[in-house]
T-cell receptor, first 118, second 113 residues
Framework: NAGVTQTPKFQVLKTGQSMTLQCAQD?????MYWYRQDPGMGLRLIYY???????DKGEVPNGYNVSRLNKREFSLRLESAAPSQTSVYFC?????????????????FGPGTRLLVL | AQTVTQSQPEMSVQEAETVTLSCTYD???????LFWYKQPPSRQMILVIR??????QNATENRFSVNFQKAAKSFSLKISDSQLGDTAMYFC??????????FGKGITLSVRP
């Protein structure tokens, strides 16, 4: 069980370039999320998907698009990267896990993608 | 909208001692969940403890326990017998029934040997 995986782990972009951050889960959870983490700001929700085929904006959606390709995969796209999008990006799912704390619904996070936009 | 406030940006504790991290939140919801997540230098977000608002009993997980005061909208985390591996950022988070998490800004905890 890999849980929540993200690719790439680290990426450097030039201003104006585009890229897609990939997220996949094998937990059979319906809900998936994209957050960004900036120093002193905590984690802020970019977009989320309550189920396959649906997506909704979070707190900071500008400059991003998402695709819920199927139940397992939820991608985040930057069409024209800006230095303000330099951040660490986390994908998460919501649902029930398999051990200890996770037997009840909670959110599970991927390892993060560190993005630097020059 | 919900807000989560962690007013202390950083704390330090001696190994083996006890430390309490504070968190307050604001909501008009009656049913919700509260979490503490740990983020070590690896950046992985690790769930530490979870509390359902409808439960009066405070959650505990080994050396970690919470003091949940629903009326005061307070949710503090107590770490007993602090260990060097507890050094990390800790985030308090609130989740409504519709599942969106709202995070506080985090607190950096350093455990001194």
């Amino acid at each position: 069980n890999a849980g929540v995986t993200q690719t790439p782990k680290f990426q450097v972009l030039k201003t104006g370039q585009s890229m897609t951050l990939q997220c996949a889960q094998d937990m059979n959870h319906n809900s998936m999320y994209w957050y960004r983490q900036d120093p002193g700001m905590g984690l802020r929700l970019i977009y989320y998907s309550a189920s396959e085929g649906t997506t909704d904006k979070g707190e900071v959606p500008n400059g991003y698009n998402v695709s819920r390709l199927n139940k397992r995969e939820f991608s985040l796209r930057l069409e024209s990267a800006a230095p303000s999008q330099t951040s660490v990006y986390f994908c998460a799912t919501r649902g029930r896990g398999t051990v200890s704390l996770s037997v009840q619904e909670t959110q599970y996070f991927g390892p993060g993608t560190r993005l630097l936009v020059l | 909208a919900q807000t989560v406030t962690q007013s202390q940006p950083e704390m330090s504790v001696q190994e083996a001692e006890t430390v309490t991290l504070s968190c307050t939140y604001d909501t008009s919801e009656s049913n919700y969940y509260l979490f503490w997540y740990k983020q070590p230098p690896s950046r992985q977000m690790i769930l530490v403890i979870r509390q359902e608002a409808y439960k009066q009993q405070n959650a505990t997980e080994n050396r970690f326990s919470v003091n949940f005061q629903k009326a005061a909208k307070s949710f503090s985390l107590k770490i007993s017998d602090s260990q060097l591996g507890d050094t990390a950022m800790y985030f308090c988070a609130f989740m409504k029934q519709d599942s969106k998490l709202t995070f506080g800004k985090g607190i950096t905890l350093s455990v001194r040997p």
